[in-house]
């Protein structure tokens, strides 16, 4: 099975703007979960969603949003980008709610200046 | 809220030799805990796990140990390759909840 993908794999953006990140899980998993990566913060939960629902969700404020699509396909969205955003953010999908093993993306590096 | 509290932030240890690195978590209903060492550069990727019926798991050289009473569980690693210099995490998780990560142990193996 392919692993999971996230496109892009790096992005430059300036203060202000919004960004949307997406996320392709494997094949078959139905739960895909957002972090972000900073190196003093290590892995921040950002959200979770389970069949197209928003099932579990971290302490970000409300510029972060996601989505989840019919066929688990996940993207996320940051409005009004501050230079605090610029981190790795890395989408994880898990074949089952409970007991799956979660597996990695290669991570989006976004820039923010 | 709940937290996962991993120690120590950095670990150098000489080719060959054992390292440990600790978890304490503080939602006593988790009932699993994963284990990912992030190479740099690269994606998380889990290297062993552990659930809540079981006390130990051992996979080669990589063991895992729980302990529910004291809400703390353990990586351990024998004869240490430089191969296994990484970032290691812990996590645990409650049923459908979230993960919740721990900070992160810097492991050094030194030739």
């Known amino acids: 099975k392919a692993g999971v993908t996230q496109t892009p794999r790096y992005l430059i953006k300036t203060r202000g703007q919004q960004v949307t990140l997406s996320c392709s899980p494997i094949?078959?998993?139905?739960?895909v979960s957002w972090y972000q990566q900073t190196p003093g913060q290590g892995l921040q939960f950002l959200f979770e969603y389970f069949s197209e629902t928003q099932r579990n969700k971290g302490n970000f404020p409300g510029r972060f949003s996601g989505r989840q699509f019919s066929n688990s396909r996940s993207e996320m969205n940051v409005s009004t980008l501050e230079l605090g955003d610029s981190a790795l953010y890395l989408c994880?999908?898990?074949?089952?709610?409970?007991?799956?093993?979660?597996?990695f993306g290669p991570g989006t590096r976004l820039t923010v200046l | 809220g709940e937290n996962v509290e991993q120690h120590p932030s950095t670990l150098s240890v000489q080719e060959g030799d054992s390292a440990v690195i600790k978890c304490t978590y503080s939602?006593?209903?988790?009932?699993?805990f994963p284990w990912y060492k992030q190479e740099l550069g690269k994606r998380p990727q889990l290297i062993i796990d552990?659930?809540?019926?079981?006390g130990e798991k051992k996979d080669q050289r990589i063991a895992v140990t729980l302990n529910k009473t004291a809400k703390h569980f353990s990586l351990h690693i024998t004869e240490t390759q430089p191969e296994d210099s990484a970032v290691y995490f812990c996590a645990a998780k409650r049923g459908t909840y979230k993960y919740i990560f721990g900070t992160g142990t810097r492991l050094k193996v030194l030739a």
């Open positions: 994880a999908s898990s074949p089952l709610g409970e007991w799956g093993e979660q597996f």
């Open positions: 552990i659930r809540s019926n079981v």
């Open positions: 939602d006593s209903a988790s009932n699993y």
């Open positions: 094949s078959g998993h139905r739960s």
